[in-house]
């Protein structure tokens, strides 16, 4: 048998360097099961159609599945020197049936064929990792429903600004991961049409029918170009931002679990499976797992700004450049779908030490804007009402107090219009319970979008827990 299916016209041999140059195979190969799958789907629509014999491609199809069994198994030879997965499994099938394998690539192209597996392996991904998002949402509302009522300090500038419930601060992430699930989604839509029929550019003189193959596949409709169809990858740069986006999340996140964790804040404790020790010093347990995830947030924006940048440019339709897409597509969902995975199992095996979220939320002059606001409801301006608090506030400081220690003759003496009911307002209780406006920290706020994410979520739910 000829060494390519491609040698034709050909009359030297391709060089060894750029034979392993040009290979893609070492990676590709992790498309076979859906380029198995879509050659399946050509292959009946060909018959259907009387393009091929249907014993034809009977033969055809019987050989397809002993190679989805044989790549199953691990048993299927890989040759670099036939490029890439496309090519490996054509020249299988015509090992296995003969001949009658070569009538598989009647009206296709290994153009429309790449952009059919990509968009298939990630209409899998995504699916895949939407169920890691709604599970690491619901281990957070478990988390949120489990510590109700438990009070921390809010921050800005990483400075104590004002208490807020623990709860609300983690349904502030499932807000985020929830909005993460709705980028992919509408990703998926874009995802979800047929490539397949374009040909190598132009599209095929056969009597194809695509709707056909694209209800096999279970595609939502085609793709309207054959030039865009194969030389575009504007859903890869979309699901790299989506998937950005969820690593920016997480590295947020890592990053306060990573400070939570620290002795000076000690506002929770990795459980002792999701953390790690030092080769040296025996005392330490290190936030590993949240670090990485920080970390590889990186290789990710590169993925995205590879692609940009691949995409940049470039001439329609199809070009060599476009094969360049394949490992930063499978590294970016490997990264996504590892980051998550271990985040579900590191949230869920987090202690909160809430007496140390406690005192840490009634330190730092926490219920000052309280006090502010408490002044606006006896009639002064808010920025009077500001001037007055801050100069309270730095008695305090300077004799090494806080706000609810002055008593009421104390008070006074920076504005007569404080009454004994100001110390109802100064607690973070009292602090929380005021803010109840919708999207605030109030306890019944949170407690009614706690119960509205859960319905959103648990809806249509296909994840890890479904069971
Ligand atoms: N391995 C190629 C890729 O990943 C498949 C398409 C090759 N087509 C071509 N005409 N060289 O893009």
Redesign the pocket.
Same mark, same amino acid.
């Given at each position: 048998m000829k060494k390519k299916p491609w040698g034709g016209r050909f009359s030297k041999e391709t060089d060894k360097t750029v034979e392993a140059f040009t290979a893609?195979v070492h990676f590709?190969k992790r498309l076979a099961p859906y380029d198995i799958e879509g050659s399946i789907a050509h292959c009946r629509m060909l018959a259907r159609q009387k393009i091929i014999p249907a014993a034809d491609a009977k033969k055809i199809l019987r050989g397809l599945r002993s190679i989805a069994r044989e790549i199953a198994e691990g048993t299927f030879p890989f040759r670099p020197e036939l490029?890439?997965i496309?090519m490996n499994i054509e020249r299988r099938l015509i090992e296995k049936i003969g001949d009658v394998g070569g009538r598989l690539h009647t009206a296709r192209? $290994?153009?429309d064929q790449?952009a059919l597996d990509t968009r298939l392996y990630l209409r899998d991904a995504i699916e895949g990792i939407d169920g890691l998002l709604k599970e690491l949402i619901l281990i957070l509302l478990d988390k949120a429903k489990a510590e109700e009522g438990v009070i921390m300090p809010g921050f800005t500038h990483l400075q104590i600004a004002q208490p807020v419930l623990l709860a609300h601060h983690l349904l502030a992430y499932c807000e985020m991961f929830q909005r993460d699930r709705e980028r992919l989604a509408e990703c998926a839509k874009r995802v979800n049409r047929l490539p397949l029929g374009s040909g190598?550019l132009a599209g095929t003189p056969f009597p194809i029918d695509r709707d056909f193959v694209a209800a096999e596949l279970g595609f939502d409709g085609l793709t309207e170009n054959s030039m865009d169809a194969v030389s575009d990858r504007d859903y890869l740069v979309e699901f790299f931002t989506a998937a950005s986006l969820i690593m920016m999340h997480l590295s947020r996140f890592s990053e306060e679990l990573i400070l939570w964790s620290s002795e000076p804040f000690a506002f929770v404790e990795m459980g002792d499976d999701y953390a790690t020790g030092s080769s040296i010093m025996p005392q330490k347990k290190n936030p590993d797992v949240p670090e990485l995830v920080r970390g590889k947030t990186g290789r990710v924006y590169g993925h995205l700004m590879a692609m940009l940048t691949n995409l940049k440019g470039l001439p329609l339709t199809?070009n $060599?450049d476009?094969?360049e897409d394949?490992e930063p597509l499978f590294d970016t969902v490997d990264t996504v779908v590892g980051s998550l995975t271990v985040f579900c199992g590191m949230i869920e095996s987090l202690t909160i030490r809430r007496e140390r979220m406690e005192n840490a939320a009634a330190k730092g002059f926490s219920t000052a804007t309280d006090l502010a606001d408490y002044l606006v409801r006896k009639g002064l301006p808010f920025r009077t009402a500001h001037e007055v608090t801050g100069k309270i506030v730095r008695f305090c400081m300077e004799s090494d107090r806080d706000l609810a220690s002055l008593s009421l003759d104390e008070m006074k003496t920076f504005h007569p219009s404080i009454e004994k009911d100001i110390y109802g307002v100064l607690t973070p209780k009292a602090s929380v319970d005021a803010r109840d406006v919708p999207g605030g920290t109030a306890p019944v706020r949170v407690k009614k979008r706690l119960a509205v994410l859960r319905r959103k979520v648990v809806r249509g739910f296909r994840g890890r827990r479904s069971g």
């Open positions: 893609s590709d490029e890439d496309h192209s $290994r153009n790449v190598a199809y $060599r476009l094969q394949k």
